[in-house]
């Protein structure tokens, strides 16, 4: 953990320092509540000692400006003079806890070892929160996921960056979820960012974090994802559409294990194993000069590829069955069945969306059908027309009013449009978003929420 000790005794300055840094903790110290919120603005600190009666700004003053310039950093005061109201007012203001004077060393350190138990604690319970109800396991038993599943067990107990290639909707994030179980990181945390989804400019400051007043809303300190990833895993999904000015800050981040927040000036290290995804061929992208071919070596230490869910149409039974378990048990609306005709179907369908698509179909007939079977009508008039019966059927593709207008608002029915239009399209480029983003002349974040509104992510 990072300390801070501010007080204007010189001697206790020095002998705090010294022990703490003889415990092997990375402290400094400053003599004023103006100079401790000033460095607090330049650099993180997990710990602060502060002590109350200090020249000019004094010690509960300092907490409030602490406490609104670095809210996650953790405040015990000291005092020689302490009294009860004293201590009331600091507890309101954020302070962990009061500490008398003269210090006695055990006490100091019993609480920095509660501290940081309680921090370790805090990250599990983010671990667990980040899985409630995640109950999400790579399943099927095909000979193309049988591969994967062994390159999986022999990549997890490494330490090399894992690079996974895959479309859309295929489960990359599934599989990183799972080397990251399978390695000595698994009681670390698994944070993950899709580059995608966010504008180019907001990837970096996810990334890296940043202080208050780096730019105009930055008002407040944020953690970067490297620091909330320490000692676990960070998943880069579509890594692909990270911007090059990013990709240049990344590639020296991972050589030197240390990044600045922006707006800040001193690094902070991080123990982190990252796994990158893409859906786009990489190869077309560093020729084309929108990819760093020496950040795609780091990168690329270890590449797995997730097949298609038409690569592993074997095992598409299977996941229908598993979704439809699921989905039923956590509806509430009782157990359902598909007929055997009907997971002939769903085997035969080209499932362009891959496993996300067929998850999201399975729950649309859970809600829109009240028996106990599904049989295949049901399936049929549920599964989206393929761009081949467009064409062959003509306006029905294009003409808003072959797709059941008939009593529809005018909204519905531009949303019925919309969504065909998507299918259509989405199928087209075969799950490529950003191929579909420029299709369509739209930005990505937009198309993402598109996407999910009408079901087809």
């Avoid at 460095?39 to 509960?60: K, N, S, T, Y």
């Avoid at 982190?272 to 780091?298: C, P």
């Amino acid at each position: 953990m990072r300390i801070l000790i501010v007080d204007d005794e010189p001697n206790i300055r020095k002998s705090l320092t010294g022990l703490l840094q003889d415990e092997g903790y990375e402290a400094g110290s400053c003599a004023s509540g103006e100079e401790c919120v000033i460095r607090l603005q330049e650099e993180a600190a997990d710990v602060l000692f502060l002590d109350v009666m200090l020249p000019g700004m004094d010690g509960i003053e300092a907490l409030e400006k602490v406490k609104s310039v670095s809210p996650e950093t953790k405040v015990l005061m000291m005092s020689g003079r302490a009294d009860l109201d004293m201590a009331v007012r600091a507890a309101k203001l954020g302070a962990h806890t009061f500490l008398e004077k003269p210090l006695h060393p055990d006490r100091v350190l019993l609480e920095l070892k509660n501290l940081a138990e309680q921090k370790a604690l805090e990250r599990k319970v983010a671990l667990l929160e980040n899985r409630m109800g995640g109950e999400e396991r790579i399943v099927g038993a095909s000979e193309p996921l049988r591969q994967l599943l062994e390159n999986i067990q022999k990549a997890a107990p490494s330490e090399g960056r894992v690079f996974i290639y895959g479309g859309n909707g295929t489960g990359k994030e599934l599989v990183a979820r799972s080397i990251h179980d399978k390695s000595v990181r698994k009681k670390g945390p698994f944070v993950s960012l899709n580059c995608a989804a966010l504008p180019r400019d907001l990837v970096e400051s996810e990334l890296f974090g940043y202080e208050r007043g780096a730019f105009t809303g930055a008002v407040q300190r944020k953690t970067g994802l490297f620091e909330r990833a320490d000692g676990g895993t960070l998943f880069l999904d579509e890594v692909g559409d990270m911007g090059l000015e990013t990709q240049a800050k990344l590639l020296r981040v991972l050589q030197e294990n240390e990044a600045v927040r922006l707006g800040g000036k001193a690094p902070y290290r991080f123990d982190v194993r990252v796994i990158s995804a893409t859906n786009k061929n990489i190869h077309d992208e560093i020729q084309n000069g929108r990819f760093r071919e020496d950040l795609w070596y780091r990168l690329n230490v270890i590449p797995l590829t997730v097949p298609s869910l038409r690569e592993r149409a074997d095992d598409i039974p299977v996941l229908a069955g598993h979704f439809l378990e699921r989905i039923c048990r956590q509806s509430g609306k009782g157990m359902k069945q598909f007929s055997a005709e009907a997971l002939e179907r769903l085997k035969s369908h080209s499932w362009p969306g891959n496993v996300r698509e067929l998850r999201n179909f399975v729950e649309r007939l859970v809600i829109m059908n009240d028996g106990r079977t599904i049989e295949e009508r049901e399936v049929v008039d549920a599964l989206p027309a393929s761009p081949a019966q467009d064409a062959s059927s003509g306006t029905a593709g294009n003409d808003p009013a072959s797709h059941g207008a008939e009593g529809l608002s005018l909204k519905q029915q531009i949303g019925n449009f919309e969504k065909a239009v998507l299918i259509r399209e989405y199928s087209a480029v075969n799950g490529r978003i950003s191929e579909l983003a420029r299709r369509l002349n739209t930005d990505r974040a937009n198309l993402y929420r598109k996407l999910r509104e009408h079901g087809i992510l």
